[in-house]
């Protein structure tokens, strides 16, 4: 059975890149009819592999073509640690996925669950990252925008290398259901050349900078 290996080792080199953003949390997605799209993000969790409306930090962004933070001057004592944290975290980072001065095309979100500081270095940093981002939500909105709901979660499941038989347990199918889905997103995405979904990370370097313990 076909896999996604270029697939894996772009999400692989999009974790180390964010290692330069101090976060607990982070998502890419490319955009629809006013909603984000998942590509990737830092967890294995169903929730974060479903489409969900824009928040309004986001649509800022978005519109100003420009990184938005939220920095909460108070820590909320009992942050989200699910699928609402957008609403109560205390630290956000919207930065948009497009070519410099283009309507863009993905958006990156990344949080921190405590009290933290996202300064004009990481804005900087995560304006680079939108910048290099940009080929590979290119190269990827179009395959999976013609994914089923399913089928976008299996291609997200397949980023991380994950089985046919782990991917069953995950979505709750049988494995026979499970390998019919996976294989008819190999399939779909299989078109897609390994040198669109290539991040140059060298070009990724994060920001010289000391982290909160």
């Known amino acids: 059975m076909a896999q996604l290996p270029q697939f894996q080792q772009a999400r692989r080199r999009l974790g180390l890149a964010l290692d330069g953003l101090c976060h607990d949390r982070w998502v890419l997605g490319y955009l629809r009819a006013g909603w984000l799209q998942p590509i990737a993000a830092s967890e294995v969790s169903r929730r974060f592999l479903q489409g969900r409306p824009l928040m ?4 800022r962004a978005l519109y100003e073509k420009r990184p938005t933070v939220m920095n909460a001057l108070v820590e909320n004592p009992n942050p989200s640690m699910g699928y609402d944290w957008e609403m109560d975290w205390p630290a956000l980072l919207y930065a948009p996925v497009g070519n410099p001065g283009a309507r863009p095309i993905g958006l990156l979100v990344i949080g921190c669950r405590r009290d933290h500081w996202y300064t ?3 804005v900087t940093y995560a304006i680079s990252l939108g910048t290099t981002l940009a080929p590979m939500v290119a190269a990827l909105r179009g395959p999976l925008g013609r994914l089923n709901e399913s089928e976008g979660e299996i291609a997200q499941l397949l980023s991380y290398g994950l089985s ?3 991917i069953a347990r995950a979505i709750r199918v049988d494995d026979h259901a499970s390998l019919e ?22 070009e990724m370097r994060p920001p010289r900078r000391s982290f909160r313990q």
Do not use: H, N, Y
């Not at 309004?56 to 649509?59: E, S």
């Not at 190999?186 to 040198?195: A, P």
């Open 56 to 59: 309004p930090l986001a649509r």
């Open 120 to 122: 004009e270095e990481d």
């Open 164 to 166: 046919a038989q782990e």
């Open 181 to 202: 889905l996976v294989e008819s997103v190999t399939r779909k995405l299989q078109g897609i050349e390994s040198d669109e979904l290539a991040l140059p990370f060298d």
